[in-house]
């Protein structure tokens, strides 16, 4: 039987100081900080800020920011991860920040069904996704963009270089502005592999609805 890929271990990358993943975190969780800095004040009665991360890992790039912004209790969060041992770790860590507004759904992000509820996201994570799913199924994704988004709302997404130097966040960048997105950030460091997007959705200038429902829109390699 081919053994399915460790993502406990691949988190412990994380923890190395200097790490190339430990650095990522580091701006994923600066442009968190910043996409709720921007949420727009919310009128009394209006429905919630809503954040999304699909295949959301432990969490750790979204639960400490949350936590320690003015905005904590204003977002209502979703982070869909299939892992258990992930799902239970980043439960865990919801109940000690005393995160009341964050749900951990453990199942499959790649059926839109699992996370329609929460849509249209005024933030979306998209990170370690596009690495590890095939070119359609990230041709797909970024092309549903639009329409997962809230007018105004963001998608942070990420990409590693490959060790060929093959950079496919470029196409990735490509194919969000053909999507109808307007870029906020790109972050490329020379001397790591990790790249990090950050796309809006601009108010007012795209007409796209939410995947329908019984939409697949990837599957892991
Ligand atoms: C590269 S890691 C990224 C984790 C997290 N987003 C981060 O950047 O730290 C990929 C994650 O996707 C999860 N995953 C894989 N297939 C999935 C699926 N179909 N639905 C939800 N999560 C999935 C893995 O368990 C793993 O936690």
Not at 68 to 91: N, Q, Y
């Amino acid at each position: 039987m081919v053994k399915q890929h460790d993502w406990v271990a691949w988190h412990a990358a994380y923890d190395r100081p200097g790490s190339s993943l430990s650095r990522r975190l580091e701006v994923v969780r600066e442009q968190v900080r910043r996409a709720l800095d921007d949420l727009p004040a919310r009128l009394p009665g209006a429905a919630p800020h809503t954040l999304v991360s699909l295949c959301a890992g432990d969490g750790r790039d979204v639960l400490p920011v949350l936590a320690e912004h003015p905005r904590r209790d204003d977002v209502r969060v979703l982070l869909v991860e299939l892992d258990g041992a992930l799902v239970a770790a980043a439960r865990e860590a919801v109940d000690a920040l005393g995160l009341t507004r964050v749900e951990v759904r453990g199942t499959d992000a790649g059926p839109v069904d699992t996370y329609l509820d929460h849509l249209p996201a005024d933030v979306l994570l998209v990170c370690g996704v596009f690495g590890n799913v095939p070119p359609d199924d990230v041709r797909r994704t970024v092309d549903a963009l639009p329409g997962m988004l809230a007018d105004d709302g963001v998608v942070l997404w990420t990409r590693g270089r490959g060790g060929d130097g093959n950079e496919q966040a470029q196409v990735i960048r490509r194919r969000c502005v053909r999507a109808g997105l307007t870029e906020v950030s790109f972050t490329a460091p020379d001397d790591a592999r990790f790249r990090v997007g950050v796309h809006r959705r601009p108010a007012g200038t795209v007409d796209a609805a939410p995947p329908a429902p019984g939409t697949r829109l990837f599957a892991f390699a």
